[in-house]
């Protein structure tokens, strides 16, 4: 493939990991982070805030791969899914996503503030 691999959530437990194997590999990477920082030589840091859709546009441009992980805490996995699928859809960019939907959504201490069991 001749473009990018846009990795959502670079500096995350998963992405910190995945970024610096796929740079080794020969890939081009862009490292996404809300902060736009890349840890990894090699790797091209840009700003994404998954809840500022104005950091689409430059995260997206020139990428025909990108590396979702839906966090396992999160209960609002539409909400947060669908801008992002949405975006790729659009730019036909193809979707690796990784996602362990729910598996903590019934943890207490898993829950937003405010929000109980029921």
Known sequence: MSGKI???????????VLVPELVAAGERVKAASRAATAATIGAEAIRFDQGDPSTYKDAFNGVDRVYVLVPSDRLDISDYLMPILQAA??????????????????????????????
């Open 89 to 118: 859809i659009e730019r036909k960019v193809k979707v690796v996503l990784q996602t362990a939907f729910g598996v903590d959504a019934g943890r207490p201490d898993a829950l937003p503030p405010g929000r109980a069991v029921s």
């Open 6 to 16: 846009l990795v959502v959530g670079a500096t995350g437990n998963v992405g910190q």
